[in-house]
Nanobody
């Protein structure tokens, strides 16, 4: 099993920045990528950004150029730097780990609320 704990959410004004962190523990060697998902009220959960063990990143079109995903392998921590935030970025953000055996994001954190509002 893999345990994921997110932190860093909160309330920010449009145009502001936040950095989310996700600390992983447990059977980390069973994973080969990490991702940040988000779910807004009434909407499906969507993948915002992902990063492989090798550092390859992928972003949703809606956040390209504004969000940056990174990882510190020594600390087993993944970050999501969010700049130029918009009201439509408001959602619960979840950290997830991809299972090497299933190639699915099987492990999830509890989520952290991000609210962008003036």
């Amino acid at each position: 099993q893999v345990q994921l704990v997110e932190s860093g959410g909160g309330l920010v004004q449009p145009g502001g920045s936040l950095r989310l962190s996700c600390a992983a523990s447990g059977s980390i060697s069973s994973t080969n990528a990490m991702g940040w998902y988000r779910q807004a009220p009434g909407k499906q959960r969507e993948l915002v950004a992902s990063i492989t063990r090798g550092g390859t990143t992928n972003y949703a079109d809606s956040v390209k150029g504004r969000f940056t995903i990174s990882r510190d392998n020594a600390k087993y921590t993944v970050y999501l730097q969010m700049n130029s935030l918009k009201p439509e970025d408001t959602a619960v953000y979840y950290c997830s780990a991809r299972n090497r055996a299933t190639m699915s994001y099987d492990f999830w954190g509890q989520g952290t609320q991000v609210t962008v509002s003036s």
